[in-house]
DNA sequence: ATCATTTGCGGAAACGTTTCCGATAGATAG
DNA sequence: CTATCTATCGGAAACGTTTCCGCAAATGAT
């Protein structure tokens, strides 16, 4: 063993061992009834390392080269009144020759706000939840605001972990677009309890007290509805999402009451609820071409599914629109380049993430809690699956 | 002016003004020797209401309950060995029922990385872009990373400012694809220095020393060319993008290596390039049909121009593909729709995203710094657009 | 009984900002 | 010539973690 001596009286005499600390050797020195452990080179090469191998110059930094303070440096950068335009000069100078760049983690942790919004969306595949997106986008962007996304595939388990992630402090408020199978909602109303702002848009449900944005669901289903109806139709299909979901009961409700409306019977062959899979699509689009009363229009509530029975109405030889008229719901891009062309209500998806953001931003900025529902205007759009001639 | 009394000395008959800071009056104590100012009752509050308003709990929180010490109570929460167990179990129930959730940003702060990836992409309205994101999102999900999404419009500036937000120790890795008119580099190249890894993926750029993603541009340009010669088309119309971008320029080269193959001659006339508008693909294509002599095929490098040009054909009553073929590049799910389907080389969009954010997430986790490229592996697909009878 | 080791925990630094409070010197007013 | 202001600046707390170092008591070994 190396002789040992104690770094205070430095007598080698007095030194014992006195157990191990964290695999290292530690010794006592009975003169000075002190305990200690030699420290590793390292240790000392490490804390040099510190001053100067960050990448990142600080605020510290600055500070040292010119002999000022932080503060003063930090109150230089933010165009303070109280600091001199020479000190201002000299600083924004040095921060420019550095090309500082302030730390966010560092600000958002002292100022509780991180200019950042969490969106959470059920896929991006499609055009019709990423245009969605980019009106949220957009419209954070121009207030200053950046975006997290995350994709929660239509898993209520992943929605309910992307929720946990991002409001661990990583933002400002959430807009929140739920996914087809979500029906719990717990996993929200514990987050509402933080204060930070949620906004529901598209898919949004009743149970949690947030502000929401929808589309207008009931009155473009009826729109679709009356529209088949004025070009002759008699018997209209209905191709629904799943039961649970509210767009799947609000354009429901909407064609129901066009129906009555213009005395026609609800008839429940007619209606189908699907998973917007292909499969189901044309197993149900079978099922209508079997029955005895035929049917001469299908409405999809969604354009997804509304090419599909297109195109498989095409494949079979069944004419669109004549034989059967096709209309959609959403107003998705391949609705323009189906032939014939898709019939459809335009929900202005990029208006929907626009709302949204708008609503949230306010909330945020104007630490408004108030609950608002808005809807966006919708716009039906005629095009040839519907002119029966 | 009421009776002011020195803190220290308590005495009043001592005390003077000694002027103003910051809009409250000052005193001196001659006795004493010393400034102060009155506070304000609002400032006792504001310090009390520190302990008990905050809406998140912290580690202090726990550990002020318990009656431990916060490293403690880190330690408890991260499973330490150090901890024994009656104490963990403690703290985690405790945790528990106050729903404690680590502030990420004091986390990121001390640790230095975020979990979290940037992206930088030019646009999320159409599926090509957001299909990738897709990707990136999935792969980043399953290794436990979030995901920054900035879209930058194709604007170059939006770029350039998106590259400096993300930067700022929100993310620990950048994955960027460029605008279309990006032509300068500084931006990285500045960021480079941080020491934060970057990916380009899809448009990329060779000025910068980052890895990159490719998809197939010059032999997917080769097996459309080669398909819709072996087709029997003798002079194909190339549409390209800009001239200055990479993929222009790489499916070009694809393009007239084939040709030579072939033993054609290039022929300039055939070749035009576009911004992908509407306008500007109707007019190369009106300059094409009026050539003496008449083409063929027309292989334009983006699905969507392509799907424009078969439906102005279409509008001016031109077969395809009997009197013109058509080709695109990319594979977007327009080409399914559109009718006669699209021929087209798919760039596996997302397998892209997917590839480009492993090896970022490769280069965080390893500390990787090489350069790597990789080449993303498409496929020919021949649809009716180019089957000529 | 004496010494060494292990177990469990606490203190404090560090991360990089912002901001409250206050100090000081020179300027100005009376 | 004082008493008061103004213009500039510095110190330090605070944000909520993680982690290095080290202490003290309990346990084990001789």
Chains 1, 2 share one sequence.
Not at 15 to 27: A, D, L, P, W, Y
Not at 36 to 52: C, G, L, V
Not at 254 to 279: C, R, T, W
Not at 319 to 333: H, K, L, M, Q, R
């Amino acid at each position: 063993m190396p002789r040992v001596s104690c770094p205070k009286c430095n007598k080698v005499e007095t030194i014992q061992k006195s157990g191990i600390v964290r695999n290292k050797q530690r010794f006592y020195c009975k003169d000075c009834n002190y305990n200690f452990t030699i420290h590793h080179e390292s240790n000392k090469q490490k804390a040099r390392s510190k001053t100067s191998t960050s990448l990142q110059t600080s605020l510290q930094d600055i500070a040292k080269a010119i002999g000022i303070s932080v503060s003063t440096v930090s109150r230089a950068l933010h165009n303070h009144p109280d600091i001199s335009v020479k000190t201002k000069n000299a600083v924004q100078k040095l921060a420019n020759e550095l090309s500082y760049q302030p730390n966010a983690l560092a600000q958002s942790l002292v100022t509780k706000s991180t200019h950042t919004l969490g969106v959470i969306i059920p896929n991006l595949e499609t055009t019709f939840f990423s245009s969605m997106l980019s009106g949220i986008q957009h419209v954070a962007a121009k207030a200053g605001y950046r975006v997290v996304i995350c994709q929660s595939d239509e898993s209520h388990r992943t929605e309910v972990a992307n929720v946990q992630a991002l409001m661990n402090n990583m933002i400002d408020g959430l807009l929140l677009c739920h996914t087809l199978k979500t029906d719990t909602y717990d996993h929200i109303k514990i987050q509402m309890k933080r204060g930070i702002p949620i906004v529901q848009f598209y898919r949004v449900n009743n149970e949690v007290a947030t502000s929401r944005v929808f589309c207008e669901d009931e009155n473009g289903a009826e729109l679709i509805t009356q529209h088949l109806i004025d070009k002759g139709c008699k018997r209209i299909a209905l191709l629904l999402g799943p039961k649970e979901i509210n767009i799947s009961q609000k354009r429901k409700k909407g064609y129901l009451k066009i129906l009555a409306k213009n005395k026609m019977v609800e008839d429940p062959e007619l209606i189908a609820h699907v998973d917007f899979s292909q499969a189901e699509v044309v197993k149900a689009v079978d099922k209508w071409l079997a029955l005895s009363k035929p049917i001469d229009a299908i409405f999809s509530i969604s354009d997804k599914s509304a090419v599909q029975v297109i195109q498989y109405l095409k494949k079979k030889k069944i004419s669109v629109p004549n034989t059967i008229s096709v209309a959609g719901f959403g107003n998705e891009y391949t609705g323009e380049i189906i032939e014939p062309q898709l019939t459809t209500f335009d929900v202005k998806t990029v208006n929907i993430g626009e709302e949204a953001a708008k609503i949230l931003l306010d909330k945020i900025i104007n630490q408004d809690t108030s609950v608002k529902d808005i809807t966006v205007k919708g716009k039906l759009i005629v095009r040839s699956s519907s002119m029966k001639k």
